[in-house]
């Protein structure tokens, strides 16, 4: 942990680098926070910071740049971040103004996240959390010849066509979906697979398409997002060759950006920060990820996040992607009529007052 006076120094820093993208010298920091101690006093400190590897420095006669683990402090030190009031109410008359379907608000979502931050906004499509079995239809069509309906959490419908090695009557397979239905209701492929049960030849070959679909299902990695904001990243300076932002519109235009992005472990709640060099894919290590989740735990999930320099505006930032979690969670959740339970919720009452970032 660092001392208040060194917190104070490494937050100055920051918050000039990302105002200014020059380097930062000890004469900045005494003028710009009024610290009581001389300049050598400062660069005393700066040192320590350097030498600890919070702050470096392009060259020695050059100021100090925050490195990710400078930035990292900063974004776990600063107070809990609140977009203005304003703008929620902008931004809640907007969503009310929109067609009432998903790809309108998610589309609105992406252009507010962009408009507001500077960056580029990722939007993803909320997707059921893993394939879950709700029930199988199975219908005669000639005497071999059956038509499967699977039918999954989501509102996800897939159909089979299968041979049996025998005729099967209608009753039969009747008979034979109610005992799956009976058995797999709410259950993954990895359940089902291990679940111990007699299975007749015929309800063992259902099973057996079932969990296949569930896997291609499982396996499906062709993202559905909305983007908008490219045209920021062009202005900042880091960027000012474009070649350094290849990789990246690479994977949005492979449509992988969305996964790319997502931590392996995203957690429920709230809001995450991966910063620079944290990103586990070479092409984002140039960038930071603010990135959080809206909708139903094991049912239906969804993304919203940002991908900007690591010399971004972190708590703006962090505060509208919050916030923007909170209203798609509440909107998908008066579409299929439930709460969300996760998301940011925890606007309301005091916490509603005005607030500049």
Same mark, same amino acid.
């Given at each position: 942990?660092?001392?208040?006076?060194?917190?104070?120094?490494?937050?100055?820093?920051?918050?000039?680098?990302?105002?200014?993208?020059?380097?930062?010298?000890?004469?900045?920091?005494?003028?710009?926070?009024?610290?009581?101690?001389?300049?050598?006093?400062?660069?005393?400190?700066?040192?320590?910071?350097?030498?600890?590897?919070?702050?470096?420095?392009?060259?020695?006669?050059?100021?100090?740049?925050?490195?990710?683990?400078?930035?990292?402090?900063?974004?776990?030190?600063?107070?809990?971040?609140?977009?203005?009031?304003?703008?929620?109410?902008?931004?809640?008359? +907007? %969503?009310?103004?929109? =067609?009432?379907?998903?790809? !309108?608000? &998610?589309?609105?979502?992406?252009? @507010?996240?962009?408009?507001?931050?500077?960056?580029?906004?990722?939007?993803?499509?909320?997707?059921?959390?893993?394939?879950?079995?709700?029930?199988?239809?199975?219908?005669?069509?000639?005497?071999?010849?059956?038509?499967?309906?699977?039918?999954?959490?989501?509102?996800?419908?897939?159909?089979?066509?299968?041979?049996?090695?025998?005729?099967?009557?209608?009753?039969?397979?009747?008979?034979?979906?109610?005992?799956?239905?009976?058995?797999?209701?709410?259950?993954?492929?990895?359940?089902?697979?291990?679940?111990?049960?007699?299975?007749?030849?015929?309800?063992?070959?259902?099973?057996?398409?079932?969990?296949?679909?569930?896997?291609?299902?499982?396996?499906?990695?062709?993202?559905?997002?909305?983007?908008?904001?490219?045209?920021? +990243? %062009?202005?900042?300076? =880091?960027?000012?060759?474009? !070649?350094? &932002?290849?990789?990246?519109?690479? @994977?949005?235009?492979?449509?992988?950006?969305?996964?790319?992005?997502?931590?392996?472990?995203?957690?429920?709640?709230?809001?995450?920060?991966?910063?620079?060099?944290?990103?586990?894919?070479?092409?984002?290590?140039?960038?930071?990820?603010?990135?959080?989740?809206?909708?139903?735990?094991?049912?239906?999930?969804?993304?919203?996040?940002?991908?900007?320099?690591?010399?971004?505006?972190?708590?703006?930032?962090?505060?509208?992607?919050?916030?923007?979690?909170?209203?798609?969670?509440?909107?998908?959740?008066?579409?299929?009529?439930?709460?969300?339970?996760?998301?940011?919720?925890?606007?309301?009452?005091?916490?509603?007052?005005?607030?500049?970032?």
């Amino acid at each position: 942990m660092l001392s208040p006076r060194k917190q104070a120094i490494l937050k100055s820093i920051v918050e000039q680098y990302i105002s200014r993208a020059v380097p930062v010298p000890s004469q900045d920091i005494v003028k710009k926070y009024d610290l009581a101690v001389s300049s050598a006093t400062v660069r005393n400190e700066m040192a320590y910071l350097e030498q600890e590897g919070y702050i470096y420095r392009p060259h020695t006669s050059a100021g100090s740049i925050p490195s990710d683990k400078g930035y990292r402090y900063y974004v776990e030190t600063m107070d809990a971040p609140s977009i203005p009031l304003s703008d929620r109410v902008f931004i809640d008359h +907007l %969503f009310h103004q929109v =067609e009432e379907d998903m790809e !309108s608000w &998610l589309s609105l979502a992406a252009t @507010l996240i962009a408009r507001m931050t500077h960056n580029v906004a990722v939007v993803g499509k909320p997707r059921a959390s893993g394939a879950r079995f709700k029930h199988v239809e199975l219908v005669a069509l000639q005497d071999l010849l059956t038509l499967i309906i699977f039918v999954l959490y989501g509102a996800r419908v897939r159909q089979q066509l299968i041979n049996f090695p025998e005729p099967v009557d209608q009753d039969q397979l009747d008979t034979i979906a109610n005992k799956l239905n009976r058995l797999y209701f709410g259950l993954t492929r990895e359940e089902i697979n291990n679940k111990q049960t007699d299975l007749t030849e015929h309800e063992a070959l259902i099973t057996k398409h079932l969990v296949n679909i569930m896997k291609m299902e499982d396996n499906k990695d062709v993202e559905e997002a909305y983007l908008e904001g490219w045209h920021y +990243l %062009f202005n900042e300076p =880091e960027f000012a060759h474009t !070649s350094r &932002l290849q990789a990246l519109m690479e @994977l949005a235009e492979h449509r992988n950006l969305l996964r790319t992005i997502t931590p392996p472990e995203l957690p429920e709640e709230g809001v995450t920060v991966v910063i620079g060099k944290e990103n586990e894919v070479e092409a984002m290590q140039n960038y930071s990820v603010v990135i959080g989740t809206y909708g139903f735990p094991g049912e239906l999930t969804g993304t919203v996040g940002l991908v900007g320099p690591t010399r971004m505006q972190y708590r703006r930032n962090l505060a509208v992607v919050r916030y923007l979690t909170f209203v798609l969670g509440e909107l998908i959740g008066e579409l299929y009529g439930k709460k969300q339970e996760f998301g940011s919720a925890p606007y309301n009452g005091d916490s509603r007052t005005e607030q500049d970032l």
